[in-house]
């Protein structure tokens, strides 16, 4: 994570990963906080940050955006929450496949998620 100018960390952007890092965070909230056993954050901490922000529409949680209202991803489980990066990277988490999906793939205009998304659930 970068610091900016002043010195202080920028939790919305500048996260510098490989995409199995990126996973691992993925399946940190996947698993509500814990990881081989030790708990990182509370279980309580991973369902608040999912559940619907007041005023959101049900779009977002704490930093997470969600499938379950307007659904943006229509091929993806309602119970879906993913983080956006502003590269166009995303970590989707699905609970109810006891699945995360990690993009890293720049800024690709037009690209539709969706339907990519789609082809992967198609092969299991």
Not at 13 to 38: E, I, P, V
Not at 92 to 102: E, F, Q
Request: hydrophobic fraction near 40%.
């Amino acid at each position: 994570i970068e610091m900016d100018n002043s010195g202080n960390y920028i939790f919305s952007s500048y996260g510098w990963a490989t995409a199995r890092d990126w996973t691992k965070f993925g399946l940190l909230y996947l698993h509500k906080g814990n990881w081989n056993g030790k708990q990182i954050f509370t279980p309580g901490w991973a369902d608040y940050s999912v559940a619907p922000a007041n005023f959101s529409n049900k779009i977002y949680g704490a930093q997470i955006w969600l499938n379950a209202s307007d659904r943006k991803l229509p091929a993806v489980p309602e119970d879906a929450n993913f983080a956006n990066g502003y590269g166009g990277q995303k970590i989707l988490v699905i609970p109810s496949m006891d699945m995360v999906i990690v993009i890293l793939s720049g800024r690709q205009k037009d690209f539709d998620f969706n339907s990519f998304y789609a082809k992967i659930f198609d092969c299991f």
